[in-house]
């Protein structure tokens, strides 16, 4: 038996018929391990040329079928992405910064403009996609939000977005809300509902310090208690209410 599957069943085995039929009412309802959320886990995954939890996956392949029918060709540059994946991203942009003259807060609070610390992306859930259009002619660098807006390449794919993606539970993330604190505007980043809130109501309860202590993230000691709750509660935090 399954670690998550043992996990389940041993939980299960205690609770009151009372809990159990709340529980058989739940869709929401899920147990995730730590592995799962921190991005070292991607048993429950499928895919080709990119992986997403089955349930998500099966739901964007729909939304992709009836994108096609409009003549939008939604393609993935970013699916599931590994702890080790996101460590190797962040610390090569903190030893750049760093040797580009800044000092270590300096370069923490640069690559927290876009990018995550190891261990707190959504992408380590299967659950998010970063979408373009591959029927578009492509410019140098994708993921730039000036294609997903006025005359952009992707702005087709956007309007597409915009009108149908909540129907297949995908949500955009970063919202270009300027009210909004943490990460800047993603208008190509998507997230499955269905699965992605349960996960992070669970993700809410892990002690982010001791994993990036653990974890051993370069520039790690200048993480302090108050720019991780800092980081929680406007990075992680805040986003577009339908994925609370």
């Known amino acids: 038996m399954k670690r998550k599957q043992f996990i389940k069943t041993s939980l299960l085995g205690g609770l009151s018929l009372s809990v159990l039929t709340q529980l058989a009412f739940n869709p929401f309802q899920e147990i995730y391990t730590r592995e799962e959320l921190i991005g070292k886990d ?10 997403m939890k089955t349930k998500a996956y099966s739901s964007f392949v729909t939304m992709q079928s009836h994108a096609y029918k409009a003549k939008v060709a939604i393609r993935v540059v970013s699916g599931y992405r590994s702890f080790e994946k996101q460590k190797q991203i962040f610390e090569n942009k903190y030893s750049l910064y760093l040797s580009e003259g800044m000092s270590p807060k300096e370069a923490i609070n640069k690559i927290i403009e876009y990018s995550t610390i190891p261990g707190t992306s959504r992408h380590h859930w299967g659950t998010d996609v970063d979408v373009f259009d591959s029927s578009m002619p492509q410019p140098e660098s994708i993921l730039e939000e000036e294609h997903y807006y006025n005359d952009g ?43 992605a809130k349960p996960m992070l109501q669970e993700y809410r309860n892990l002690d982010l310090k001791s994993i990036f202590e653990e974890e051993n993230i370069l520039g790690n000691e200048h993480f302090s208690k108050k720019f991780i709750n800092r980081y929680r509660d406007e990075n992680i935090l805040d986003i577009n209410p339908e994925l609370i």
Do not use: Q
């Open 42 to 51: 991607n048993s429950d995954m499928i895919g080709l040329k990119f992986l």
């Open 153 to 195: 390449c992707y702005t087709k794919l956007k309007k597409w977005m915009d009108e149908n993606a909540n129907r297949f539970g995908f949500y955009e993330v970063y919202t270009n809300n300027p009210e909004r604190k943490g990460f800047k505007h993603e208008p190509w980043h998507y997230s499955y509902a269905p699965l």
